[in-house]
């Protein structure tokens, strides 16, 4: 998650900049051709936050790992018009929440980008990680179900929580 793979992206805090004249080439050509294929606006914020997302190594990142890259790459937005852009991308489709009960009754965002068929999550509550489960069986099962409530599913998925492998396999160790 360093700063060598995040691309900067000259511009000020406004929504709206001549994109051909500060983004010469097809350096951010996926990010616009994303939002294209959703047919949204193309803003400066949002091609930052799939910027961000096209070059992490990290698939799911909360909101404050997405505001940190921003700001340590150097994209000149100010973080509200940010964290906007992030809500905003996941409301509309090209980003997607991943959402984790905490211990504490609070509730955990992830965010991904939606390049993904629909899949399932499993976040490890003692180390954090996030793994990913496809199933497709699963999923049109699950549809199969909520088509005759009438419910369709939202850009959201609830992870289900619990300890991975390794950190059971730690803990064996160490009760040895």
Do not use: W
Not at 49 to 56: E, G, H, Q, R
Not at 150 to 171: H, I, R, T
């Amino acid at each position: 998650m360093g700063n060598s793979h995040q691309p900067v992206l000259p511009l000020e805090s406004s929504e709206n900049h001549d994109l051909e004249k500060v983004m010469p080439g097809d350096k951010y050509g996926a990010a616009i051709r994303i939002l294209t294929s959703y047919r949204l606006t193309v803003t400066a914020p949002r091609i930052a936050v799939l910027n961000i997302f096209l070059a992490s190594i990290v698939r799911h990142l909360n909101a404050e790992q997405l505001c940190a890259l921003m700001l340590n790459g150097g994209y000149g937005i100010g973080i509200t018009t940010f964290r906007r852009a992030i809500y905003d991308l996941a409301s509309m489709g090209p980003v997607s929440r991943v959402l984790v009960p905490d211990q504490s009754s609070r509730t955990l965002t992830f965010y991904e980008l939606a390049d993904q068929p629909i899949h399932r999550h499993l976040y490890c509550t003692q180390c954090g990680a996030i793994a990913e489960v496809h199933d497709s069986g699963y999923e049109e099962a699950l549809l199969r179900r909520l088509r005759p409530q009438g419910l369709k599913p939202a850009n959201v998925d609830a992870a289900l929580v619990g300890k991975c492998s390794d950190c059971q396999s730690e803990a064996l160790s160490a009760g040895d």
